[in-house]
């Protein structure tokens, strides 16, 4: 047993975690339950979060709606680009995710931008087969991780979000003027999202339905300066992945206009 099954089969035995609907047996996997010891260590967590950051840094703390209207995600680009690619096995009708069985099989990394041909080449390249049949791989597709729902008698379209900064820059402009119209303004919210995972992990590493401490923090690009503790972060340094990983500083990473999330 390794040490990740052995901190699963603690985590059962004593109820730090435990699979959701586990009594029937039509219980989808990605969806796990804190028990006591675990919604204990949880709110530990969330107490040092607060004390140590959103407190500290005097900002804003919100609890945004979980369920987010069509037009926001349309805003957003969530609609068109928060896919991950799909294959299916011609002959067991099994489902992947691209990227991850290539890098599963193959030992190669596929980089997050790369479009369905660049992936279908890989598989044709390195001859990859279903794992469980051994046969043929479908074209890829495109699957959008958010969650559809439908409100009210009218079914209107609506989405569970996929991450919990969405309300934070939905309601930006609400909340600026709340805090009198000062930058830099850091605001923070933590809560439940929703991504529709093609094929989710075992335990709380790749889940469907998870929980996110998120912190976004707005300043003027124009007045650096004025972030008083720039000086105390500027040499520290973040990784960026794009096909590989970099190591940057704060400052260089800003010479550079890179971006990255943190969540
Ligand atoms: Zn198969």
């Known amino acids: 047993m390794n040490t990740y099954d052995e901190i699963i089969q603690l985590a059962l035995e004593r109820g730090f975690y435990f ?14 339950e804190y028990g006591p010891n675990g919604v204990r260590m949880k ?11 959103v407190r500290r ?15 926001v995600f349309m805003a957003s680009g969530h609609l068109t680009n928060f896919t991950d690619p799909i294959v299916k096995c011609k002959k067991c009708s099994s489902s992947f995710r691209a990227d991850k069985l290539i890098q599963e099989v193959a030992k190669i990394e596929v980089p997050e931008r ?19 049949c051994k046969g043929e791989i479908s074209k890829s ?9 439908e409100i009210g008698p009218n079914r209107d379209e609506a989405y569970l979000r996929p991450e919990t900064c969405q309300s934070i820059f939905v309601d930006f402009s609400r909340l600026f003027k709340v805090s009198r119209g000062k930058l830099p303004l850091g605001i923070a ?16 590493l790749r889940l469907r339905e998870f929980y996110q401490a998120e912190i976004e923090v707005f300043c003027n690009p124009a ?6 503790k720039y000086d105390e972060i500027k040499n ?8 590989r990983i970099v190591e940057l500083s704060v400052e260089e990473a800003l010479e550079q206009k890179r971006s990255c999330q943190i969540s």
């Open 19 to 32: 699979p959701s609907s586990e009594l029937y047996s039509d219980a989808n996997a990605g969806f796990w």
């Open 189 to 204: 919210q933590v809560g439940k999202s929703f991504r529709n995972e093609i094929s989710p992990r075992q335990g709380l």
């Open 43 to 53: 709110n530990k967590f969330l107490e040092l979060w607060r004390r140590e950051l």
């Open 114 to 132: 790369l479009e369905n041909e660049g992936v279908d080449d890989i598989i044709l390249q390195n001859n990859i087969k279903c794992p469980l």
């Open 141 to 149: 597709e495109r699957f959008n991780m958010m969650f559809k729902i």
């Open 223 to 228: 007045k650096l300066n004025d972030l008083n």
């Open 236 to 243: 520290t340094l973040l990784r960026f992945y794009d096909t």
């Open 57 to 71: 840094d005097n900002m804003l703390e919100i609890d945004g709606s979980q369920i987010m209207s069509k037009n």
